[in-house]
């Protein structure tokens, strides 16, 4: 895959506006999850529609602290534990107790993201969700990808903060060698020329 192919990674000032946009809008609550689970979890179309609420839900029936994906639902057999984000965790209880209040569904069963007249939806769904929102915003360039795309330049961007490496990005987002995920990492010409005078 070419750079000039790729999803744009998002700004945190697009990020602001995306949920702003969101939040105000009809199933926000549960768009706004859509929207972070890619974002801060970095996960896939396919994984989001697939994704239940058994896999991140503890045994005491609150939201744990990781998304247990399994190989059924993810690409590739790709199954994995990621850590949950703060942020999207806060959005997953509110997510979780509105769905209670509204079916009182099985959480073995039941799927995270549903629609009014589904209990859940398509990758194809979740793929064309993200390009309404996007052309809605008027975020050209972007796609269902440019969540993950992000999550995955600023988590490269921190990881040494915390002893980790590029090997913990990549288990985090299910690739099956280095090499796919360093294609995902957006450079910047600036910590470029930053980095050069520190050496």
Known sequence: MSIGKQSKILTDKQVEVMVSYLSG??????????FLLSLKSGLRSKEISGLRWSMVVGPDGEIG???????EVSKGKSGRIIPLNRILKQ????????????????IHTGHL??????????????VNMFQRWYREVGFVGCSSHSGRRTFITNTSRKIGLVG?????????VGHKNLQTTQ???????????????LV
């Open 25 to 34: 809008r009809r199933n926000g609550l549960r768009n706004r999850v859509i």
């Open 164 to 172: 980790g490496s590029l090997r913990d990005i990549q288990i985090m």
């Open 91 to 106: 959005s997953l209880q509110d997510l979780l107790m509105e769905h209670r209040s509204l079916w009182g569904f099985d």
């Open 183 to 197: 294609r995902y990492i957006d450079y910047d010409t600036d910590c470029q020329r930053r980095v050069v005078d």
């Open 65 to 71: 602290d990781t998304i247990n994906l399994t190989n």
């Open 113 to 126: 993201v549903r629609t009014e007249r589904q209990d859940h939806t398509s990758p194809q769904s979740i």
